[in-house]
């Protein structure tokens, strides 16, 4: 036999609960997770763009102010036309102005220096290189501000910045330039203390992605150029403006993943990089996926014993139910189930004991059944030795045995009957009534008698009536019979048998006329001895015939 | 059996979920680090450096108390004293030892080595005093705010100049031993020429050597000096400048002072960074180092220097003050 594979309906009850909570769960978790998500890089995009900008404003005006005093001072100070002395005293003053300024140059149009004021002891002047002169004084000629790139002071590590700004008459000829070296450092400050939520940073690069301004000054110092980072290469390719509708999660300046945005601050040309760590940016999407996972976890876990459980609680009685028929199965018919629950389990608990117990009523062991088999069997070979024994007596015996219905036809004949009446038992069972063998002279007579006697269902014996052959010749029968009756006493037939007594009779018959005959001649002819001897003797010899002693001893 | 184990199981799990949820919201609580920050004052002229660094912590979010500790201990020119406070704080396992000026800081940074205390310095001179590798990379666990000595004493001289331009004669006493001077000197040499000047060089050891220096001058026929040069060492802006100063009342010359409070007690102007401004700087400082950054990286600090100009001396000394300076002036007192 084909042995299947086991599988536990308790697994399968509780694995396909756990399938579906777990299906659920992580539905209805993914789509809020999803929305939140969604929700929160709103909330980031608008924040950084705010940040950025605020930031590049501050950087920009920082820088902005810086030029503004000094395109003032151009424009006011009259500083070419004046005395040396003047000149001098304005330089002071605009180095007073803030310490922001380290040291001022004037220029006159043909590119010679006319002074030069220092914060700082005049021993460490500004030394401009060609190339840089060159820039400042093609770009100032023409009316225009110039900005240099940042470069670190080499005794004091602190990032410089020359600005220029042309000196114009009225005219608006180039008449000079007004130089400043521009201490950034102050503008670090403004950077450092930019706040970009907890632990997010701010950072100033130019146009070719160097670093100008970060809280790690270390990396500042280090020249680092950062146009290979996703977003800053974004501002050097020429993506000015923050960007309004993506947050974008890039390697930041940490090497560390952020949302990241920037704003140009237009003059000079830098931009304000403003970094949020992912994982603050979005803290309460983080927050909830934390607890998300947890709750799917402990819910998973719930889901499982649940579903182990209510598996269980289906299955015991299914199991129990299980059990219990192979304890009946091994003979065990006392076994019962406890019957807790009012469902259809508990039903079904209660029909199988019902069962049991019909079993028990109705059924014996298997020995029993065996002992009732073999019981059966011995009677069924009786019945059958019985009937054979009945059909051979039937067959040999000189009594005709039949069987009639309530109404006389037969129903039953033995094959004697052709014997005695010529007919064959078919010509006779279902064709013929008993009556309908009378002779036509006694019939009406004989089939009254007899139905009275059916209708009071006695049994007769020796009635004797007179039949004809299928030869017409006539038949002596000598017939006995029982009524049969069903269980409630209904008459359903008669069941008997009849002798023929034809030859009887006859001899009877016979007997009676010679008698007659002696009487008549002993009566008329005394004297007669001889003849009366061998009458006597002839009656003897009848009498013998008949198996009867002799009547008269003779004596010779 | 099984059964029992599943009627307990489910309450089990629910009381793990509370438990485990009560952990995570604890967990988002996170305990604030209390930071132990040992401050060394070595000299009372600096002491405010620690009040403008504590303030800036503050501003920076290091609220005292709160989740910030500072073990203040100073001493007054006493480098034993420096030496025993050092160990206290490298023995108390502090989170950051602030130490100036140049002698405790230098303590300090003997003291912490072989440790992970990170030693942030100001008012300290890096020249000559063997303190950080470079200004852009200092190196080791040490970083701080330098004492622009030179530049600005060299630009004390131009200011003196500017203001006494008739004056060809600086006197300038120093401590000889001062970690650093010869760096100032030789910056000094190489102005004084450039602005015509004499540089009056008087090195010494104690006050009673310059008191001594100044008799015989006080003595003489000419003092031979026009102008006072305060020079920065310790020696010359403490006990030693009352001498100074004194002998500059008494003939009428311009001092030009080394700390803020010289122009205070006599010296025409002082220019010289202020306290609050090396504290500021080196909590800016303190700030990187605690969030992480190894100090040795972080460049070292410079602040601005500060003119004070005392007015009420100069009409004293009958000195023709010029506009442009004035203008220069952080503060003037008038």
Redesign the interface.
């Known amino acids: 036999m084909k042995r299947t594979k086991f599988r536990s309906l308790t697994v399968t009850l509780a694995v396909a609960f756990l399938a579906l909570s777990a299906v659920v769960l992580l539905i209805a978790n993914s789509l809020q997770i999803y929305f939140n998500f969604q929700i929160q890089r709103r909330i980031i995009i608008g924040q950084q763009q705010l940040i950025a900008q605020k930031a590049a404003n501050t950087v920009s005006s920082f820088v902005q102010g810086k030029l503004d005093v000094l395109k003032t001072t151009a424009t006011l100070g009259n500083l070419i036309a004046s005395s040396g002395q003047e000149q001098?005293?304005i330089?002071?003053?605009l180095?007073?102005f803030g310490?922001a300024f380290r040291q001022l140059v004037l220029f006159d149009a043909q590119e010679q220096e006319l002074l030069k004021d220092s914060?700082?002891?005049?021993?460490?002047s500004i030394q401009l290189t060609e190339q840089k002169k060159r820039e400042l004084f093609s770009q100032t000629s023409r009316g225009k501000t110039y900005i240099s790139s940042v470069y670190?002071d080499e005794?004091?590590?602190?990032p410089m910045v020359v600005m220029a700004v042309p000196i114009m008459n009225v005219f608006g000829d180039f008449k000079g330039v007004l130089l400043a070296e521009v201490n950034l450092k102050f503008m670090w400050?403004l950077v450092?203390g930019i706040k970009v939520g907890k632990t997010g940073v701010a950072y100033v690069v130019d146009k070719r992605g160097d670093l100008i301004a970060f809280?790690?000054?270390?990396r500042v110092?280090r020249g680092e150029n950062l146009s290979h980072l996703k977003e800053i290469n974004k501002f050097v390719k020429g993506g000015m403006l923050p960007h309004k509708d993506s947050a974008d999660i890039v390697k930041g300046i940490q090497g560390t993943w952020v949302v990241a945005n920037h704003a140009h601050l237009g003059i000079p040309d830098w931009a304000v990089m403003v970094e949020l760590p992912v994982r603050e940016a979005y803290k309460p999407v983080l927050?909830s996926l934390?607890?998300t996972i947890?709750t799917i976890l402990?819910s998973f876990?719930?889901a499982l014993?649940?579903g182990?459980?209510l598996a269980?609680r289906i299955t015991k009685p299914i199991i129990d139910l299980r059990n219990a028929a192979g304890k009946i199965g091994e003979g065990r018919m006392d076994t019962r189930i406890e019957v807790k629950s009012q469902d259809e389990i508990g039903q079904l608990a209660v029909s199988f004991n019902q069962m049991v117990k019909d079993l028990n009523k109705t059924t014996t062991s298997i020995d029993n059944l065996n002992r009732e088999i073999a019981g059966r069997k011995k009677i069924e070979g009786n019945l059958r030795d019985s009937e054979r024994r009945f059909q051979e007596v039937v067959s040999n015996a000189s009594e005709w045995v039949w069987e009639v219905d309530a109404q006389g036809l037969y129903t039953y004949s033995s094959p004697i009957v052709e014997d005695l009446l010529g007919y064959k038992p078919q010509e006779v069972v279902g064709k013929k009534h008993f009556y309908d063998l009378f002779t036509d002279k006694d019939r009406d007579e004989l089939k009254k008698m007899a139905l009275e006697a059916f209708a009071a269902k006695q049994p007769f014996k020796e009635f004797i009536n007179a039949n004809i052959h299928k030869n017409g010749q006539m038949v002596w029968l000598m017939t006995s019979g029982v009524p049969i009756l069903d269980t409630n006493g209904n008459l359903i037939g008669y069941r008997g048998s009849d002798i023929d007594i034809t030859r009887q009779k006859e001899a009877e018959d016979e007997l009676a006329v010679k008698i007659k005959e002696l009487e008549e001649f002993n009566r008329l002819a005394v004297g007669r001895e001889q003849r009366m001897i061998e009458l006597k003797e002839e009656i003897n010899i009848l009498l013998a015939e008949r198996g009867m002693e002799a009547k008269y001893e003779i004596v010779r | 059996m099984?059964?029992k184990i599943?009627?307990k199981?489910?309450i089990l799990?629910?009381t793990?979920?509370v438990v485990?949820?009560t952990l995570?919201s604890g967990c988002?609580k996170k305990t604030q680090k209390m930071y132990h920050v040992g401050i060394l004052s070595g000299i009372d002229a600096f002491a405010s450096t620690a009040d403008a660094f504590k303030a800036k912590m503050t501003e920076l979010g290091y609220v005292e108390g709160k989740n910030i500790v500072y073990d203040f201990q100073k001493v007054n020119v006493d480098p034993a004293g420096e030496q025993r406070i050092a160990k206290k704080f490298v023995a108390d396992k502090v989170d950051l030892i602030f130490a100036f000026p140049t002698s405790p800081a230098v303590t300090a940074k003997a003291a912490t080595q072989g440790t992970d205390i990170p030693v942030v310095f100001a008012n300290a001179g890096i020249e000559g005093s063997n303190l950080v590798e470079s200004?852009?990379?200092p190196g080791g666990n040490i970083t701080g705010v330098r004492f622009?000595s030179w530049?600005l004493t060299?630009?004390r001289l131009?200011f003196l100049h500017e203001l006494v331009p008739q004056a060809k004669r600086i006197y300038a006493t120093y401590d000889k031993t001062y970690p650093g001077i010869s760096f100032t000197l030789d910056?000094l040499r190489?102005?004084a020429p450039?602005m015509n000047v004499i540089l009056v060089e008087v090195p010494v050891t104690t006050a009673e050597e310059i008191k001594d220096d100044l008799k015989a001058r006080s003595e003489s026929k000419d003092i031979g000096i026009d102008a006072i040069l305060v020079m920065p060492t310790l020696l010359t802006v403490s006990s030693g400048f009352e001498a100074v100063n004194n002998f500059a009342v008494e003939h009428k010359l311009a001092v030009a002072g080394s700390t803020n409070d010289n122009a205070d007690i006599g010296a025409v102007f002082s220019y010289i960074p202020q306290n609050a401004d090396f504290g500021k700087l080196a909590a800016?400082l303190a700030d990187?180092v605690l969030k992480g950054?190894p100090a040795g990286?972080?460049?070292?600090g410079?602040p601005?220097?500060y003119l004070r100009f005392n007015y009420k001396v100069a009409q004293e000394l009958g000195l023709n003050v010029?506009?442009?300076?004035l203008?220069?002036?952080?503060e003037i007192i008038r």
Do not use: H, M
Request: charged share 25%; proline share 6%.
């Open positions: 001098k005293l330089l002071e003053k180095l007073g310490p914060r700082l002891s005049n021993l460490l670190i005794i004091t590590s602190e400050d450092g809280g790690d000054i270390s110092l927050a934390e607890l947890w402990l876990a719930l014993v649940a182990a459980y269980r | 099984n059964k599943s009627f199981l489910p799990l629910a793990l979920l485990v949820c995570l988002g200004v852009r990379q622009p530049e060299v630009k131009e910056e190489k102005a450039l800016s990187k950054i990286t972080i460049p070292v410079t601005e220097g010029p506009e442009g300076l203008s220069r002036a952080d």
